[in-house]
């Protein structure tokens, strides 16, 4: 679906800002409704996740995000999603209140198709969290090298970004490789049967592909080639109503984080579980992320101002983009 959404911005050069951004809108909301159409009772707040939102899957699997909103009289309803793209929009059209990590690249896009966004909380750059993969016995051996390969890759991801990056600093552009759009699954059935040169990984796949293929990485975000933030999102609406309760999960978001690294072992397990993958493997994909929580502000979105102006040179938005032109909600001092 986020090929979708990209093909449109690419097919609405011609048209004017604002029908673009009007058929952006259109399709997140789709994909919203689709995924989610039910009703809030007063009290609840509604989370949107992934499966692999880790810190948001911890506290929905342990009860603690439930037990600490109690006592202000909050229930929580969870909703699953297959992606970030529709998860913000089902924020932005009321369907959920709040929505846990998605990539960096995602709120830029979001934020392209009008959606009304507060910034909540971010985890803390994890660069090694995603990288170019090549099979062992490649002949491409740096950056340049990818010059005239078929790349597998997901449209609007993370990953995304990681390799217009890469192919930037090699003086190379989009033009100078094969993309192919694939989902991960996807993206690495391809790998492992040699139908692409590269792939564009992130963790858990990456993690998993590399322990059971031997795949050699070519190159992740390290040496400030991607930072690779994953950020919380609420409606600006709801982060202006309902600071009590984003002050909660804010809290509990850190406290998790902090579990995830002090007990990796036993959080791996807890994972493995949930998610369907051994427990090293994940214990191996965790250690590549931060999981470090923190308050969102105008300096640290400095990245996702480079994204957006990547993504539109490349004619994946369908205007340029001011990313702090957003809401950032901030977390009550202790």
């Keep these: 679906m986020i090929s979708a959404v990209i093909s449109i911005g690419s097919a609405a050069l011609a048209r004017s800002t604002l029908i673009r951004r009007g058929l952006l809108a259109a399709v997140f909301a789709l994909l919203a409704i689709s995924a989610l159409a039910s009703p809030a009772a007063a009290e609840d707040i509604r989370i949107g996740y992934q499966r692999s939102s880790t810190l948001t ?9 439930d037990k600490a909103l109690a006592p202000l009289g909050i229930k929580v309803t ?9 998860l913000l929009e089902a924020i932005n059209i009321g369907s959920i209140d709040f929505g846990a990590d998605v990539a960096d690249t ?21 660069p090694s969290a995603q990288a170019i993969l090549v099979p062992t016995a490649s002949p491409i051996r740096s950056l340049a090298d990818l010059k005239g390969k078929k790349i597998a890759v997901t449209k609007g991801a993370g990953s995304h970004y990681l390799l217009l990056a890469a192919l930037a600093r090699a003086g190379l552009s989009f033009k100078d490789i094969t993309p192919a759009y694939l989902p991960p699954a996807d993206g690495r059935a391809a790998f492992v049967s040699n ?21 050699r990485v070519l190159a992740d975000g390290s040496d400030g080639l991607a930072s690779y933030k994953r950020y919380y999102l609420a409606s600006a609406d709801y982060a202006d109503r309902r600071a009590d309760t984003l002050n909660v999960i804010f ?3 850190v406290e998790t984080g902090q579990w995830v690294k002090a007990h990796p072992g036993e959080a791996a397990n807890l994972l493995a579980g949930l998610w369907g993958i051994d427990a090293a493997t994940v214990e191996e994909a965790n250690s590549h992320r931060s999981y470090r929580v923190g308050a969102v502000t105008p300096a640290g979105l400095t990245e996702q101002q480079k994204i957006a102006d990547a993504f539109f ?19 009550k001092a202790p």
């Design 57 to 65: 899957a911890i506290l929905k699997a342990n009860g603690e995000l």
């Design 78 to 86: 969870w909703h699953e999603f297959s992606s970030g793209l529709p």
């Design 106 to 126: 995602v709120p830029v896009f979001a934020q392209a198709a009008g959606a009304r966004l507060a910034y909540i909380a971010e985890e803390a750059a994890s």
């Design 195 to 215: 139908n692409v040169d590269a792939w564009i990984a992130w963790d858990p796949f990456l993690t998993s592909v590399t322990r059971q293929s031997g795949a």
């Design 251 to 253: 809290v509990k978001l």
């Design 313 to 331: 040179a490349e004619h994946l938005l369908p205007a340029k983009l001011d990313t702090t032109a957003i809401k950032i909600w901030t977390p």
